[in-house]
C-alpha cells in the first residue's frame, strides 16, 4: 500500500486528502460522542462473526478485550483522537489494530454505514430514555407544585383576557397532560429505533453466511418477548434518516411546550399579575436596575425553543432530494439531533428546578378570580336553566354586563329590578350564581375544572408519576 494513502480506505489512492479536505470531512470532532455504542456494536458484531466461523474464540476474545481497553481510555480522557481517520468508528479500528492482528478481521461483512446507522439506533434508544427521566422529572415537580397550592383559584384566559375560574392546579395539569404527550412520543420514537441494521453492509449486505438475528439480540433489539428484530431492507437500513427528524421532531415539540410553559410562568411572575413568583436559584438580575429581577430561566426555555425547531428543519432540509442510499450529506445528521438532545435534556432540568421553588401568591390570585364577571357564563346558564334559549340568554347577560360597566357598578351589585327590565327571567335567586365555590362545584364532567374532578386528576397523575 503506498505510505501517502488512507489507512482504512487507501487501497485505491495514490494520494493523501489534502489537509483542508480533512478538515472538512472530518467527523470525529463531534460523533466522538458513540464511542460507547460503537463499542457495544463492535462487540456485538464480532461475537456473531465468532458464532458463524469467521473468527475464532480467541480473536474474537482478543477484540472484545481491546475494544474494552479503547473505551476505558476514552471515557478516562486518555485516548488520542485523530482527526485525519475521519469519524469515531475508524479511530477506534486504528486503535484496535495497535492491540490485536485479529482487528483486521473486526469489519468483515460490514461497512461505516450500517455500522453508523446501528450505532445511532443505539444512540436513539438511550437519548430517548434518558430525556424521558428528565421529563418525569419535572412533571413530578409540577404534580408538587399544584399539590402545595391545592385550593388556590385563578382566572383561566382566552385572547390573554380574563375567561373564567379554573383552579390553579387545573391549569398546572393542562402542563401535565402536555409534558406527559412529549414524553410518550419519546417512547414511539424508541420503539422505531429498536431494529438491528448490521447485515445491510454498505448497501446490498454480504455474501458472508452472516447471522443478523444473532447481532441483533445481543445488541438488545428484540420486541416485549425478547424475539429479535432486524431491518427488512439493506437499502432502506442504511439511507432511511426518518429516525433522526422524529427524534428532532419530538424534541421541537417538547420546546413547543416548554416555551409555551415558560411564557405562562413570564406573564404571571410580572408585576401586572404576580401570581406566582419564581425562585431566586433561576432568576438574574440587572446590571443597571438594582430593583429588577428577571425570569431568565424561562426566556431561555422559550428561546431554546427556536434551536430545536431549526435543528428538526436542518434534518427536514437534509433528507430530502438525496438518491438512496448513502450519500455523505448524511453526515451532517449528527450534530442537529446531538444538539436537540443536549438542549431538550438541560431544558427539562431547569423546569424542574423552575417548578420546584415556584410559589403561588394566593392573595393576589384570589383578588384575581373574584371579578364577578368571569361568572357571566354562568349567569347565562343560570337564564338557561330558567328555559331561555342560549342565543337569547347570551345576548340578556352581555345587556347585563353593559349595564355593570355603564354605571360602574360590580356585574353582583346590579339592582335586581334593573337587571329583570333586561330579562323577566332572572329570578331573587339570580346573584347566588356568584358564588365562585358552588359554580366550580358545578363543573363535574370529565376534565373539567371543579373540586370533585381535580381530585380525580390527583390522584392519577399520583399514581401514573409513581
Ligand atoms: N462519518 C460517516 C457518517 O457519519 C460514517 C459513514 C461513512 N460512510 C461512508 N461511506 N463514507 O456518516
Known amino acids: 500500500m503506498p505510505k501517502s494513502s488512507h489507512a482504512t480506505w487507501g487501497g485505491r489512492f495514490s494520494a493523501a486528502p489534502a489537509e483542508l479536505m480533512l478538515r472538512f470531512s472530518e467527523s470525529v470532532s463531534f460523533d466522538r460522542r458513540l464511542a460507547p455504542f460503537d463499542v457495544a456494536g463492535s462487540k456485538a458484531h464480532a461475537a456473531m462473526l465468532a458464532h458463524v466461523g469467521l473468527l475464532t474464540a480467541r480473536e474474537r476474545a482478543a477484540i472484545a478485550a481491546g475494544l474494552d481497553a479503547i473505551l ?19 479511530n477506534i479500528e486504528q486503535a484496535l489494530t495497535k492491540r490485536t492482528p485479529a482487528a483486521a478481521k473486526l469489519h468483515t461483512a460490514r461497512s461505516r454505514n450500517d455500522q453508523v446507522a446501528t450505532d ?103 420486541d416485549a418477548r425478547g424475539r429479535p428484530q432486524v431491518t427488512q431492507n439493506s437499502m432502506d437500513a442504511v ?12 424534541c421541537a415539540l417538547f420546546g413547543v411546550h416548554l416555551s409555551r410553559i415558560a411564557e405562562d410562568l413570564i406573564l404571571w411572575s410580572s408585576a401586572e399579575f404576580k401570581f406566582v413568583e419564581l425562585p431566586d436559584a433561576f432568576c438574574t438580575g440587572s446590571s443597571l436596575m438594582p430593583q429588577k429581577k428577571n425570569p431568565d430561566s424561562c426566556e ?28 455523505r450529506d448524511l453526515q451532517e445528521d449528527k450534530p442537529p439531533v446531538f444538539d436537540s438532545f443536549d438542549q431538550s435534556a438541560l431544558c427539562a432540568d431547569v423546569l424542574a428546578g423552575t417548578l420546584s421553588g415556584l410559589t403561588a401568591n394566593r392573595d393576589r390570585c384570589a383578588a384575581a378570580v373574584s371579578d364577578p364577571a368571569l361568572l357571566a357564563t354562568d349567569l347565562a346558564d ?46 331573587t335567586d339570580w346573584t347566588a350564581v356568584f358564588d365562585l365555590k358552588r359554580a366550580l362545584a358545578k363543573r363535574r364532567g370529565t376534565g373539567m375544572p371543579g373540586p370533585a374532578q381535580v381530585a380525580r386528576q390527583f390522584a392519577r397523575w399520583t399514581k401514573l408519576l409513581k
Open 72 to 90: 476505558a481510555e476514552i471515557e478516562a480522557g486518555r485516548f488520542k483522537w485523530d482527526t485525519a481517520l475521519e469519524d469515531v468508528h475508524m
Open 120 to 222: 445511532m439506533r443505539l444512540w436513539f434508544k438511550f437519548a430517548c430514555a434518558t430525556l424521558r427521566e428528565k421529563i418525569l422529572a419535572a412533571e413530578r415537580a409540577l404534580l408538587a407544585a399544584a399539590a402545595a397550592n391545592r385550593d388556590a383559584l385563578i382566572p383561566g384566559y382566552t385572547h390573554l383576557q380574563r375567561a373564567q375560574p379554573v383552579f390553579l392546579a387545573h391549569h398546572l395539569f393542562a402542563w401535565l397532560e402536555m409534558l406527559d404527550r412529549d414524553r410518550a412520543r419519546l417512547a414511539d420514537v424508541a420503539a422505531h429505533a429498536n431494529w438491528c441494521p448490521l447485515g445491510s453492509g454498505a448497501i446490498a449486505g454480504t455474501t458472508l453466511p452472516i447471522d443478523r438475528e444473532f447481532a441483533a439480540r445481543a445488541l438488545g433489539f428484540v
Open 239 to 250: 439511507a432511511d434518516r426518518d429516525l433522526f427528524i422524529e427524534f428532532a421532531s419530538a
Open 300 to 327: 431561555l426555555l422559550r428561546g431554546k425553543s427556536a434551536r430545536l425547531q431549526g435543528n428538526l428543519h436542518t434534518l427536514l432540509t437534509l433528507a430530502k432530494g438525496l438518491p438512496l442510499t448513502y450519500n
Open 382 to 427: 343560570y337564564l338557561v336553566r330558567k328555559g331561555v334559549p342560549f342565543r337569547e340568554a347570551h345576548h340578556a347577560v352581555g345587556a347585563v354586563v353593559r349595564l355593570s360597566e355603564k354605571n360602574g357598578v360590580p356585574l353582583d351589585r346590579l339592582p335586581t329590578g334593573e337587571v329583570r327590565k333586561i330579562h323577566a327571567a332572572f329570578g
